[in-house]
């Protein structure tokens, strides 16, 4: 009876890896979701999109793409959490999704650390202090002795409430004890829109949506946000150069998979995550959109958005920022 016993547990067991196995094997069956949290045509559909198409070669699937904006991602991630389980779902998400949400809305609609695992970051691009090319600001420290200087403040714009460039600026506001206007728009392109129609004095965003004005000639950059130059704007130093090292942050996105996906299905697309973002080829696609690219586990991605929340917490609750 005992070997019996022995044997049925044996036969069960090997059932049970050969199912989880056959299983694993056959993930995935069925095309690839990819929610995007922002509107088409920014920074975050431009890496989606490019990440879509190499995931599509290498897991042999289609990947279907949605992007739905608002709340700096919250809209997104409240749909995505509620939707029903679904291993074949992922979002990516910000840094504002993932480590400054929680402080600006009473009610977020989603728990970063619980409603979401967090597969893998994708890439980072620097944010930058931008204004226009007629303006005679030439630095970010002059950009600080005209505020202190002006009779009224100086007004920026941001993409919305709560974004990287709103907070960036509330944090340069009380770094260097000066009053701003905060003036959000609905999405990149309007903020910038603002700018260069005189509506504003300055703005900061990521540099993927700033360089093709840059390029052009339209925008001057002042300094860049990351730790040390970027490849893409060599003699613009950083904002730490500037005299403002606590303004030092990037714009990060990672992956993100619902909270009731399995730890292999998690672990399977980070390899296939990382196995991307260290192929040359796509390193390059990603750098002349002005990115780049950060291969690492999903504790990689946890810690990043555990390292942001402290500084945030702070620069919110000392601005006064909200967005309910």
């Known amino acids: 009876m005992k070997k019996c016993l022995t044997l049925l547990i044996c036969a069960l067991a090997l059932t049970s890896v050969q199912v989880h196995a056959q299983t694993q094997a056959a993930w995935p069956s ?15 559909d431009i ?19 949605e992007n739905k904006g608002g709340a700096s991602g919250g809209v997104a ?45 994708i890439g980072q691009t620097p944010n ?12 970010l420290k002059a950009l600080a ?21 709103h907070l960036l600026n509330e944090l340069f506001k009380t770094t260097a004890g000066i ?6 728009y609905r999405g990149n392109s309007p903020a910038m829109a603002a700018l260069l129609a005189g509506d504003v004095q300055f703005t900061t965003d990521n540099l993927t949506q700033l360089l093709p004005q840059i390029r052009a000639d339209k925008l001057r950059p002042l300094a860049v946000t990351s730790a ?59 750098r002349e959109v002005s990115f780049e690219a950060l291969p690492g586990t999903p504790q990689d991605m946890v810690a990043a958005s555990v390292r942001e929340r402290a500084q945030w917490k702070r620069v919110i609750e000392t601005s006064g920022a909200t967005a309910d």
Do not use: C
Request: charged letters at 15%; aromatic letters at 8%; hydrophobic letters at 45%.
């Open 30 to 44: 069925r095309p690839i979701k990819l929610l995007v949290p922002y509107p088409p045509g920014g920074s975050t």
């Open 228 to 286: 040390k130059r970027w490849f893409q704007l060599p003699d613009v130093p950083t904002v730490a150069e500037s005299g403002f090292p606590a303004m030092t942050t990037s714009a990060w996105f990672g992956l993100v998979a619902q909270a009731k996906t399995s730890p292999e299905v998690v672990a399977r697309m980070n390899r296939e995550l990382t196995a991307i973002l260290k192929n040359p080829d796509f390193v390059a696609k990603l």
């Open 128 to 139: 930058v202090i931008v204004v226009p090319s007629s303006s005679a600001v030439t630095s």
């Open 145 to 165: 002795e005209q505020g202190k200087a002006s009779a009224k403040p100086l007004a920026y714009s941001s993409s919305s409430v709560g974004s990287a460039g």
């Open 47 to 65: 890496l989606t999109r490019l990440l879509g198409q190499k995931l599509s070669e290498t897991l042999g699937q289609a990947v279907v793409i």
């Open 179 to 184: 009053e701003f206007l905060h003036i959000p």
């Open 77 to 121: 991630a409240s749909y995505f959490v509620k939707l029903p389980a679904d291993d074949h779902a992922f979002m990516v998400a910000s840094l504002p999704m993932m480590a400054i949400n929680q402080y600006l809305y009473k009610k977020l609609g989603y728990d970063p650390d619980t409603d979401l695992l967090q597969v893998g970051l």
